[in-house]
């Protein structure tokens, strides 16, 4: 792939010859799928939500996160203002950008109500989850080239979570942070899988997604779906760089600065499966809202923690002390790259699964 197809290495300004760009050759398939869902959500030609609209909303999310240069790419693009029906959206998106667990079944509601599908709402969420995503990686590459702050920032906290004991439909909801397996049931229904061709059904079926309501959802959009899914097959599972139990460690972190209850359990189990570290993973789990995360564990993990957790605030604030302290634990470029690839992609996870859903107790179900 070159420069001019890979939006992120032009916007941080990523030597060709330099250690970061071998980094991400070798990890080309997250590289080259993150361009492939940029290019998906920013060349479809779609009534339901249009592309000149997307470019709009787009540089406005990429201002909330304080990326001035991706915000100008998107700027330079755009040739739509707020309407009645896009003005719906901004509400959305500004609450998805800035606190995703404060989100409700009314909103959705709300979108459809201004005009929206559920096909664009599905592509309105991933839009502004996408651009999360994008703009932590460039962040974090920016990092990796020395140019972030250097000052001690504050240790970043747990945010809140859903407190509810029952989610929208009367299921059993958990109230607290757990390694045990969640369900996950939508606010806007799922496409059934009869709903869908046959060549779909085969693209569903190979990306193991079939039996989801949540997959199946997304697939609202298939093409922006299989480009997402290809782009964290690419950062998660890959061979060498940072051990996977410390990436699906930097996802329960993304998690737990979020308040997403669902991805949390799902990739703290992993973590605690990979590393056989039990007690070291709940211990995360446990932090109450406003507590620092990353106490009481080794100097490893602290440093992982401090580091995924400040590329997960909005704007995000990685630095240069928990990146030095991470190479002081000898992480080379190719594992740093992996947790901001790992810590980056759960800005877009908890977005879509906390905006279009909630988690349930399967057992306690009535």
Known sequence: MSQSEDLLATLADIDPG????????????ATQHTQGSYNVLFTQEDNDFPLAERHWLAAKVAGWHGQPALEAHYQQRQKASAGPWLSAAVD????????????????????????????????????????????????????????????????????????????????????????????????????????????????LTKSGHTDSDYFRLLARNLPLLEQRTLTDKGIFYTPGGLPRAERELAATVVSKVNGC???ASVHARKASQLAKQDEAVQKLLNVAPGAVLSHGHTARWQAIIAFASALSLTPAQPSQLPLAALREQ???TLALLDLIHSTAFFAWANRLMLTLGEPFLPEQQG
């Open 18 to 29: 330099s250690e970061l760009a071998q980094a991400r050759q070798t990890r080309h398939a």
């Open 92 to 203: 959305f998106a500004q609450r998805l950008t800035v606190e995703p667990v404060a989100a409700t079944p009314a909103h959705l509601t709300a979108l459809q109500q201004a005009g929206w599908s559920p096909r664009g709402i599905v592509t309105l969420a991933q839009l502004v989850a996408f651009v999360s995503f994008q703009s932590r990686l460039l962040a974090g590459l920016r990092s990796l080239q020395g140019s972030a702050a250097t000052q001690a920032a504050p240790p970043v906290v747990a945010g809140r979570w859903h407190e509810a004991a029952f989610t929208a439909s009367g299921k059993h909801a958990p109230t607290a942070f757990t390694q045990q397996e969640l369900g996950w049931e939508p606010w806007l229904a799922a496409p059934t899988l009869a709903e869908f061709s046959a060549d779909e059904q085969a693209i």
């Open 261 to 263: 209850i669902y991805c």
């Open 330 to 332: 000898g992480l080379d």
